[in-house]
């Protein structure tokens, strides 16, 4: 109990202002590794950033910082750029690169931009939040869809 304190609390005060709060059924924390396991209803918040899954793996490097987050199952999840796009949808696994604000989605992706009003759906999603890139992969045989929502033209 005492490591899950000061795991959470060491997690928190890596983020610059920002608190991280990691709510899940079960915690298994190797400290030598740099891996904590989250399993069970897990649920991530930073700032206005939320992520659900039913497992959630933090990977730390060598001076404790979060290098990784990896979910998978029933992934659901709503992000928030630094230019204010606000990102909402589901993957079977998402992996995120803290220090790249960068975010990795797997199977079955469903992106929307909901400020933009702009939708991807695919197997392999990569969102850049810090250059507000995106690109998409689909299935062996399913193509990526795209979808936006177009102003209706005047008479």
Same mark, same amino acid.
């Given at each position: ?7 959470? =609390? ?13 709510? !899940? ?9 740099? =891996?904590? $396991?989250?399993?069970?209803? *897990?649920? *991530? ?7 659900? %899954?039913?497992? *959630? ?14 979910? #998978? ?12 796009? #606000?990102?909402?949808? &589901? !993957?079977?696994? *998402? #992996? ?17 931009? =909901?400020?933009? &009003?702009?939708? #991807? =759906? ?5 969102? &850049?939040? $810090?250059?507000?890139? %995106?690109?998409?992969?689909? !299935? ?16």
């Amino acid at each position: 109990m005492k490591f899950l304190l000061f795991f959470t =609390i060491f997690l928190a005060s890596t983020l610059i202002s920002q608190e991280l709060k990691i709510k !899940a059924d079960s915690f298994d924390g190797d400290e030598k590794s740099g =891996i904590s $396991i989250f399993e069970g209803n *897990v649920n *991530v918040v930073k700032g206005n950033d939320e992520l659900n %899954a039913s497992k *959630v793996t933090v990977y730390t490097d060598a001076q404790h910082q979060p290098t990784k987050f990896m979910a #998978i199952g029933n992934t659901s999840f709503t992000l928030y750029t630094k230019e204010g796009s #606000i990102y909402k949808g &589901k !993957a079977e696994k *998402v #992996i995120y690169f803290p220090e790249t604000k960068e975010y990795h989605f797997f199977q079955n992706v469903h992106l929307r931009q =909901i400020d933009e &009003k702009k939708e #991807i =759906i695919g197997e392999e999603v990569i969102l &850049k939040s $810090i250059e507000g890139k %995106a690109y998409a992969k689909g !299935a062996k045989n399913e193509p990526v869809i795209m979808i936006f929502e177009l102003p209706e033209e005047k008479n």
